[in-house]
């Protein structure tokens, strides 16, 4: 089996983004209605083909990222929207449940405690199967005004997520800074500054079985390893092997066969899980290669890893992170 | 001739520190006062060891990148700290015209508009012989108040650079975000940022002879070069070679074999200029080698790249990106 596990909903229906601008403009919105038939249409097309296509069996299902848009509105603001964006997923995930495993947005607003999200989260997952979630360092969309994740700030999400056993996808949303283009700066930006904040603390001996994807294969860190192995080592911090990769895992989203071939060799197999971020953010065909820039399967397959590492990254490891998908 | 590119005075003298403690204080700082005995001995145990151990001949050096702090005080406060700093910087290439090269700080300050440099860089290159600038594309300190790098708000002092023909390398001070640590992921994200940034724009249309260089192996781009690509071609861009890689640069300051390997598979050789940040973000031996983290000739060495190219990083490309290098 061949696991995806960083999907978005980048194609959901027109009515959702409708409901969305509408109480983004202060109305009430309409009552969100969407036919089966429309997500039927929204994903057939779309990541449904992706998977027959590319050769992958499931994909771990969330909202779309870039609207997650904590920083817009309120904390109520952002529960509504984000109960409508997860029920929304959980009816795809009903709908193909061989084919996608529901992930859910969290309601965050800037400032707002994230004990907040606990409800939204249970409900999640304990009533409608979630298996996971995405967590945002900056819901204030690039101004990073939240304290680091290893602020005891966070401490009372991460208590239920261990509860739950369910692990966090840090993955950041749409940038209102004008400095970060939000795919090509903001996310990769965001996935190198939290595992830097990881190596500053010492978070995984309070929790010692929390468990992070930093998604876009690690950010920067994997082509830096050296810079963080150096940085942990003179800031007297234990090796990276004890000190964060028990509890932290980079997917494979990453673009071209040399920084693959780069994530392969420097990351133990046990921590790499593999992702494509279907239909995400790069969309087009490389010239070089003439297949898919975001095709990672291609990339994994003709990496020299051994057979049994591969089938680490496509399937086992996805099983210990999220041990809630039973498939 | 080994030429290293990129290298910053952390180790001055204390009395540059107490200066600066004073200005920053409040207080009118003493007139400051080091003897050459001083500048020898705080380079000759560090750098200048560094450059006979490994085998490199001279480095551009500029002054300690954490400690340009344009965040603090104002435009004033910051021209008289660049003073100090350059003047000292010319001192030490005076003292050893052989094995330094003298790069200046410019006093920006965050909202105050760029040709508020102009002066202190002319002086520097005019008058004290300098051959290149850092330009902070965040002078905020981790905050990114100010506009995108191919915003016309730069324009004066790009015309300044094209003008004096010296290149800057864009490089960020250190970071008052406390999500920010400043050498592992402020740095890092700030060199990621700036290249998005110029792939946003056609800023080389309308500056055909600008050069940046990227430090720190240009952030997360080489390992992510197939996003970057993608992205282009997403937004209509030419191919990155004809839209960024005739003016931009990236150094070697990436502290690991696999980490320098793909950067030499996927950039271009006329693309890349030898450096490794010395005495800088990372000081310890890798234990996985037993040689220093940042003695990053040792990587190119142990690459796979002809002669010819490895010329080319050593030496030849920074006298096509540094022309009043000319020793």
Chains 1, 2 share one sequence.
């Not at 050769?55 to 929207?81: C, I, K, N, Q, Y």
């Not at 529901?102 to 409900?123: D, F, H, Y």
């Not at 929790?207 to 050296?226: D, E």
């Not at 007297?236 to 494979?252: E, I, M, R, S």
Request: glycine content about 8%.
């Amino acid at each position: 089996m061949i696991v995806d596990c960083h999907g978005h909903y980048t194609t959901a229906p027109q009515s959702l983004w409708d409901w969305r601008k509408q109480q983004v403009d202060g109305k009430r919105p309409d009552t969100l209605r969407i036919s089966d038939q429309e997500i039927r249409d929204s994903v057939e097309g779309a990541q449904l083909r992706i998977q027959r296509e590319r050769g992958t069996d499931l994909t771990f299902f969330s909202p779309r990222a870039g609207s997650m848009e904590h920083h817009v509105g309120d904390a109520r603001t952002s529960a509504d929207w984000s109960r409508e964006c997860n029920d929304l997923i959980h009816r795809v995930s009903r709908l193909y449940p061989r084919n996608f495993a529901a992930v859910c947005q969290l309601p965050q607003s800037p400032g707002v405690k994230p004990e907040n999200c606990i409800a939204e989260l249970e409900r999640c997952v304990n009533e409608l199967g979630f298996i996971g979630c995405n967590l945002n360092p900056d819901p204030s969309g690039g101004h990073w005004k939240e304290p680091p994740l290893i602020d005891k700030w966070w401490y009372p999400l991460y208590e239920k997520l261990v509860e739950l056993d369910v692990p966090a996808m840090i993955h950041v949303s749409s940038s209102c800074n004008p400095a970060f283009h939000f795919t090509g700066a903001h996310y990769i930006n965001a996935d190198t500054t939290a595992f830097m904040q990881l190596i500053q603390g010492d978070l995984f001996k309070d929790f010692p079985t929390l468990r992070f994807v930093i998604p876009h294969g690690g950010g920067a860190v994997p082509y830096h390893w050296g810079r963080y192995r150096g940085l942990a080592q003179d800031m007297k911090k234990p090796l990276l092997k004890d000190h964060v990769l028990k509890n932290v895992y980079f997917d494979t989203c990453v673009y071209h066969q040399a920084g693959i071939d780069l994530l392969l060799k420097v990351i133990p197999a046990d921590n790499i899980l593999f992702a494509g971020e279907i239909v995400g953010a790069v969309r087009g065909i490389d010239p070089e290669t003439g297949h898919y820039f975001d095709d990672t399967k291609r990339y994994i397959d003709a990496s020299k890893l051994p057979a049994g590492d591969k089938k680490k990254i496509f399937e086992d490891n996805v099983r210990k992170v999220y041990p809630r998908f039973k498939l």
